[in-house]
């Protein structure tokens, strides 16, 4: 998608929902967070209607299992962690329209129509499976929670739904000498009857569907298609006392029966469009997104979760179709397809994988203790896994803060409007414009297309290479112009270079906003100029008037004033005394969090 396209088309950016479990840490934010907030305000910018839409994931056994660890009940596992996520996400800048949860009225009762429509078109079979069951606590395993050897690749970490190694689908009784995760015990197995999605009735309709992905990620594309030849049905409940019932006779009323996470997980992109529907008070603006066939669905998460969002979830919405009670019934249009799934690879830290119980991890509200959001913005785009798995290293991150964001971007900003204030105390007013100054407005200029090609591809750390080496481009300019010299000898080329640098920032500021909107915003400010550009998400209580109160993440638009295509500066426009939008960080600091891990890992975690 191009940012000469038309702007007012309608795009959904549906972002993974985080577990619940406990908090998350700067690998998960890397896959989900921080790629589709790029994206979204991309798309605001450019005059999109955009739609993001997440919430946290609180059903399933990881729920249950991080209660009994601590000693409580699933539900205040849920609220404690939902709270700590939702503030971590709003520090981080997250612009959700909506960010909700799993465990409200609303997500139950659009869960319970798409499951109750899919059983009654006959793509849900009842059948009996092994069922893997805890020998400790007899409570179910999910699929995640066990390990083992692959039996077609030999792979010795395969999960119980996937193996990472090879990419084919799993279940836990595939897995040669498989063990629970929590305690290493192995499971029992016991034949317990379920539903089942029949993927393979989908098979046909899913490899056209893919065909026509040529602009996907090349290793999500060739991840989707290798499950296609090796598609079976699905079970999407499980045998489990918390989550969704089932709503079907004979089930609806059982609490050993519970719809599974994944299959109710997927679900809440679509309840969650409909509760900020009912929010605003236009309970039937979801279908903007949904019905429309000219309507974009882009999905953004870990590599780990890309088969429920390339397969699993796509054959739900067909089946479906015009849906049951919500959708509209027989004739209605048909729920849209995604339209990109856009998925990163995995971030590990100082060549470990991240492990909360081995203190290999750096949780998002402990990073945000210590440092600014935008340079954590930064480092995860710019060095992040977008198409490989990376490294992340305390030396990697103090280095690109201080040789890109502070000499780079940030001294560029900081030396011409202390200048332009010192000197003129507003925009200069510009004399003649010589073949120089033309031709780095006109390279800056053509940043908006450039760059925007490639945030609307999802090319974002390309995109942000791009715009910092138009940083720089400015920086060599002002550098060879020295104005600092120049208004001792010729006040007005001095104001004429300065009015061109000022310009040349304006722009950028606008470029730069999708990746470091707290500093792009603070920018504008002190530029003179008024509204906001980039909003920030805050906090919220909701209610539906269902007697479920609830706490979400929401971001007003309406007072946004950014648009992406080059600001005009005014001769003239009083400047704000400038100051440093980044922190130089020192090199110590690495050393010094590297001891800090150490201690971690050496308390277990607790430290």
């Not at 997927?266 to 997104?289: F, H, K, M, T």
């Not at 796509?314 to 015009?322: F, H, N, R, T």
């Not at 785009?381 to 103090?398: H, N, R, S, V, Y």
């Not at 920030?536 to 648009?563: F, I, K, M, N, Q």
Request: glycine fraction near 8%.
């Amino acid at each position: 998608m191009s940012s000469k396209q038309p702007s007012s088309e309608h795009i959904l950016v549906a972002v993974a929902w985080p577990y619940a479990s406990g908090p998350r840490h700067i690998g998960h934010v890397a896959g989900f967070g921080v790629p589709s907030d790029v994206f979204a305000r991309f798309q605001r910018l450019r005059g999109a209607k955009v739609l993001m839409v997440s919430g946290t994931d609180e059903h399933g056994t990881p729920i249950l299992v991080a209660a009994d660890r601590e000693g409580i009940g699933p539900r205040e596992i849920a609220d404690r962690y939902s709270q700590v996520i939702t503030e971590d996400l709003r520090r981080l800048g997250l612009s959700y329209d909506l960010f909700t949860r799993t465990t409200t009225k609303n997500h139950q009762l659009v869960v319970q129509d798409l499951f109750r429509t899919l059983y009654e078109k006959g793509f849900l079979i009842r059948r009996t499976q092994l069922g893997a069951f805890s020998e400790k606590t007899g409570r179910t395993l999910p699929d995640r929670y066990i390990e083992g050897t692959c039996p077609h690749c030999g792979y010795t970490s395969a999960r119980g739904d996937q193996c990472d190694n090879c990419g084919r689908m799993l279940d836990p009784q595939d897995l040669i000498d498989p063990r629970s995760k929590i305690d290493g015990a192995p499971p029992v197995f016991r034949e317990s009857e379920h539903f089942f999605l029949d993927l393979p009735a989908f098979a046909s309709a899913l490899s056209d569907w893919l065909e026509q992905k040529s602009d996907w990620r090349s290793n999500v594309l060739a991840f989707s298609s290798n499950l296609l030849g090796e598609l079976r049905p699905r079970a999407v409940t499980r045998d489990i006392d918390w989550g969704i019932h089932v709503p079907v006779p004979e089930f609806e009323e059982r609490d050993d029966k519970r719809i599974y996470v994944w299959f109710d997980a997927v679900i809440g992109y679509l309840s969650a469009s409909i509760e900020w529907a009912r929010l605003r008070g236009q309970p039937e603006a979801w279908r903007d997104w949904w019905q429309d066939p000219e309507s974009r669905h882009f999905y953004f998460m870990g590599k780990d979760n890309i088969v429920f969002h390339s397969v699993i979830w796509p054959s739900i919405l067909m089946g479906y179709g015009g849906g049951g009670e919500l959708g509209g019934g027989e004739g209605a249009p048909h729920l849209v397809l995604p339209e990109n799934v856009v998925s990163s690879e995995f971030l590990t830290q100082e060549g470990q994988k991240f492990s909360s119980s081995r203190g290999v991890v750096i949780e998002v509200r402990d990073f945000l203790l210590r440092y600014d959001p935008d340079p954590l913005r930064y480092y995860l785009t710019a060095g992040g896994p977008e198409t490989q798995d990376t490294d992340f290293t305390w030396a990697e991150f103090i280095r690109r803060n201080n040789d890109e964001l502070v000499a780079t971007w940030g001294n560029l900003v900081q030396r011409t409007l202390t200048l332009a204030a010192r000197h003129f105390r507003a925009v200069p007013t510009p004399g003649q414009i010589g073949v120089a100054d033309a031709g780095l407005l006109q390279s800056v200029e053509s940043g908006f297309d450039h760059v925007g090609d490639l945030l609307g591809t999802a090319h974002f750390k390309s995109a942000l290479a791009e715009v910092m080496a138009l940083a720089a481009k400015v920086n060599q300019y002002l550098g060879e112009m020295e104005p600092w010299r120049l208004v001792k000898v010729d006040r007005e080329r001095a104001g004429t270079v300065l009015f061109i640098a000022l310009q040349c920032i304006s722009d950028l500021k606008v470029l730069f906003t999708p990746f470091l909107p707290f500093s792009s915003q603070a920018l504008h400010e002190m530029l003179g100029q008024e509204g906001l550009l980039a909003p920030l998400p805050v906090l919220e209580e909701v209610d539906l008037g269902d007697g479920d109160p609830h706490r979400v993440l929401v971001t007003d638009w309406t007072r946004a004033v950014g648009s992406w295509v080059p600001t005009r500066l005014e001769p003239g426009q009083p400047l704000t005394a400038p100051r440093a939008l980044f922190r130089k960080l020192d090199p110590a600091l690495a050393d010094q969090e590297l001891q800090r891990m150490a201690l971690l890992g050496a308390a277990g975690g607790d430290a």
